[in-house]
C-alpha cells in the first residue's frame, strides 16, 4: 500500500495487471468527506493532489486537468505494466472522456463492457450503469 | 496487479482473496488507513482481547469529558487532537472522539489503533445520521458513540475474522510511506 500520488510515485512492478475505478470529475471530495478524521489524528492532507475533486467543478478548465491527471496517471501505470498487460478501468463515463484520455496515455481500448449496478442503498433513482474499460498498450 | 486509485482498498482484498498479489495507491491518508486494516494480517485472538480491554475502559468511563484515560493521560497526539478538536465546526465532535482518537495512537499497538480508529469514525458518522446533533447534550452524545463504538468495533472485528479464513496466503506488497 503507497500513501501518495501515482504520477509521483516509483510504481514497484512489472504488473501482470492494473484494476482500478477512478475518480469522476464534480462528485466527490475524498479528503473533505472525512475532514475531521484528518484533523483528529493528524494525517497528512494532500487535498491539492486530488483529481476530479468536486471543489473544483465541471468547469471546461476543471475537465481539461482532470483529463491530463488521468491520462498522466495511466501512463505511469502502462510503463510499470508487463508487455501484454492488461488495464481494466471501471467508470461511469457520462462525459465521454476515456477514448481521448486512454489515447494520451498511449493505451488502446479492446473491449468495452456495460454492467448494470445493483443499488445498495435507494437514494438515487433509477438504472445506474457502468463501464468495464479493458484496454493494453498501444 | 496494480490499483492507482485503491480507495478503502477494495480491489486488495478481493486480490487477497483470489490470490493476487497487489499494490495500491492512494492520495488520501484515510483511504490508506482503511487500507491497511483491511489487508493487514492480524493475530486475531491478540486482536479481540485488546480491543474488547479499549471497550470496557470506554465503558466504564475512561475517556470522557473530564475523565482523561490513562492512554491518554500524556503525549503530543492527545494535546493535537484537544487542539484540533476545538477547531472543527463540523460535523460536530466530543471529547469521546478527541479521546478515542488519542487512544489509538498513544498506547495502543498499530493494528489495534488502527482499528480504533476507523470504528470510531464509523460510530460517529453513525451517530451524526441518525439525528445527534451538536446541540445534543454532550453527555447523551458521548453515552450514545460509546455504544456505536462497541457495535462498529465488534462489527469490523468480525469482518476481519471471516475476511481471514478466505484470504490467500498472499501479501498485500509492502507498506511504505
Known amino acids: ?138 | 496487479m496494480l490499483d492507482p486509485f485503491a480507495g478503502s482498498g477494495t480491489t486488495l482484498v478481493q486480490a487477497l482473496e483470489s490470490g493476487y498479489d497487489s499494490v495500491g495507491v492512494d492520495i488520501a491518508a484515510f483511504n490508506c488507513l482503511l487500507m491497511r486494516v483491511k489487508t493487514n494480517e492480524h493475530n486475531r485472538f491478540v486482536l479481540e482481547r485488546e480491543l474488547r480491554d479499549v471497550l470496557r475502559r470506554f465503558e466504564s468511563g475512561e475517556g470522557v469529558a473530564g475523565r482523561p484515560t490513562a492512554y491518554v493521560a500524556s503525549g503530543s497526539h492527545l494535546r493535537r487532537a484537544a487542539t484540533s478538536c476545538a477547531s472543527v465546526r463540523s460535523p460536530p465532535t466530543t471529547s469521546t472522539e478527541t479521546c478515542c482518537g488519542s487512544y489509538s495512537h498513544a498506547r495502543l499497538g498499530p493494528h489495534v489503533g488502527r482499528l480504533i480508529s476507523i470504528s470510531t469514525f464509523r460510530a460517529n458518522r453513525s451517530s451524526s445520521r441518525t439525528g445527534a446533533t451538536s446541540t445534543d447534550a454532550s453527555a447523551s452524545r458521548s453515552s450514545a458513540l460509546i455504544i456505536s463504538l462497541r457495535r462498529y468495533t465488534l462489527d469490523t472485528l468480525a469482518r476481519l475474522k471471516e475476511f481471514a479464513r478466505v484470504r490467500t496466503r498472499r501479501s498485500a506488497g509492502r507498506v511504505a510511506r
Open chain 1, 1 to 138: 500500500m503507497l500513501h501518495g500520488d501515482t504520477r509521483d510515485l516509483e510504481l514497484p512492478g512489472p504488473f501482470d495487471a492494473v484494476v482500478t475505478s477512478p475518480p469522476y470529475p464534480g462528485l466527490i471530495d475524498y479528503h473533505e468527506q472525512h475532514r475531521y478524521a484528518y484533523e483528529l489524528l493528524g494525517l497528512d492532507d494532500l487535498r491539492q493532489r486530488e483529481i476530479g475533486a468536486a471543489a473544483r467543478g465541471t468547469s471546461k478548465a476543471a475537465l481539461t486537468a482532470y483529463s491530463e491527471g488521468i491520462s498522466t496517471v495511466f501512463a505511469a501505470c502502462g510503463d510499470a505494466l508487463r508487455p501484454r498487460g492488461r488495464v481494466v478501468i471501471v467508470v461511469n463515463d457520462r462525459r465521454d472522456l476515456y477514448p481521448e484520455i486512454l489515447e494520451r496515455a498511449g493505451l488502446r481500448l479492446e473491449q468495452r463492457y456495460q454492467r448494470h449496478v445493483n443499488r445498495r442503498t435507494g437514494r438515487r433513482a433509477g438504472e445506474y450503469f457502468e463501464d468495464v474499460l479493458v484496454a493494453r498498450r498501444a
